[in-house]
């Protein structure tokens, strides 16, 4: 990078970002050969997308309190730990960053629901990674107590994906 004019990488840069906005990207790497011992390495991620993820999958939880709700088990685990679900002993976190799908396919009935009993290996969701589908597995038997994420969220590695208890 030395060998070759910064102002040129700062705009290589800034249209790396443009096109991760414009095309509505979270990620972009690239890697640029200049020559021999000369090259740039550039990786761009909006964060945005993943700090909008964290309000959403925490937004069943108070909704579960109005009896009308499908999840209303849910406030039984709520107090436990409001604050950070991740440190809940029944935590399940994500194994990888994509994008979950609480059901195999659109339209489809969801693997869980909040209340349901599963055993240990059960598919709990799937987590899409760069076009693969990624089955969830139940680390335990138990009580689904909470989902904490909705169907297309994005999620990040050990994000909390549900209560298990």
Known sequence: MTKH??????????????????????ELAVKREYGEDDS????VVKQAAVVQAAPVSYAPAPMAQAPAHVAAPAPVAGPASPEDPAQHPGAVTSPMVGTAYLAAEPG?????AVGAVVTEGQTLMIIEAMKTMNHIPAPRAGTVKRILVTDGTPVEYGSPLMIIE
């Open 5 to 26: 004019n910064h102002e040129a990488d700062v705009a290589f840069i800034q249209a790396l970002a443009e096109l991760l906005n414009k095309n509505e990207l979270t």
């Open 40 to 43: 740039l390495e550039v990786r």
């Open 108 to 112: 489809t009935p969801p693997f869980v």
